[in-house]
C-alpha cells in the first residue's frame, strides 16, 4: 500500500513563533499539536549582544563634573558563574583629575532577572571588574576610576536587553506556562519555564 506523506507545514508553521524584541519562541511550544507543554526557550548569545547594544552609546553625567560616554559593547558567556562579561570603550571629559578629555575601558560582571511586570529580561547585579584610563598616571587614574566606577555600574543597572511583545506572552500563556528562572549557557540564555498557577 503506497504511504501517504505528510503534507509540509505551513511557513508559519515552520517558523519560530512569537516575536518578542527580537527574541523568537519556538513554534513547538505554541502549536496546538503538542501534548506536553514547553519547559524551556534559548536567546542567543547574539541576540542578547543585539538587545545590549541598542541602548549604546549610553551617556551619563556625575555631579555636573564629569560627562561619560560608553558605547561598543563586547559580550562574554560565563556559564560557570551564571553571568555576562561585559566591555565597554569610555570617553569623558569634566573638572576631575587628569586631562579634560580622556578615554579608557572598562569590564563589568552582571547576572539577568526577568521582571515578569515589563514582560523583559534585564541586567542585575552588574559588578565593576576593572576601569583603566588611558594616558594617566597610576595614582591619578585610580582616584578617577573610583569616582567613575558607581556612574558606570549603576547607568546599567535594570538595563532591559530583550523584551517580549503582548502577543508573544499571551501565546506562551495559552500553553498554561511562564517565563520562570534564567540560565546563561556556553550558547546563550535559556529561559526555563513553569506552570502557570491555577
Known sequence: MRRMSRPPASPAR????????????????????????????EISQAQLLQGLGAHFPLRRRLAGLVELEADHPRLRLLPERNRLALALDLRGTGALPGPSGWTGVTGLSTGLRFDRDQASVRLDDVALERLEIDGLSSATGDRLARLLGPL???????????????????????????????????????????????
Open 14 to 41: 515552520r517558523r519560530l513563533l512569537g516575536q518578542a524584541g527580537g527574541v523568537l519562541l519556538p513554534w513547538s511550544m505554541l502549536g496546538a499539536g503538542c501534548i506536553s507543554p514547553p519547559r524551556e526557550f
Open 152 to 198: 558606570v555600574s549603576g547607568g546599567l543597572q535594570d538595563l532591559v536587553v530583550r523584551r517580549f511583545s503582548e502577543q508573544a506572552m499571551a501565546r506562551v500563556h495559552r500553553r498554561g506556562v511562564r517565563p520562570a528562572g534564567l540560565r546563561i549557557t556556553a550558547t546563550g540564555l535559556v529561559v526555563d519555564l513553569e506552570p502557570l498557577p491555577s
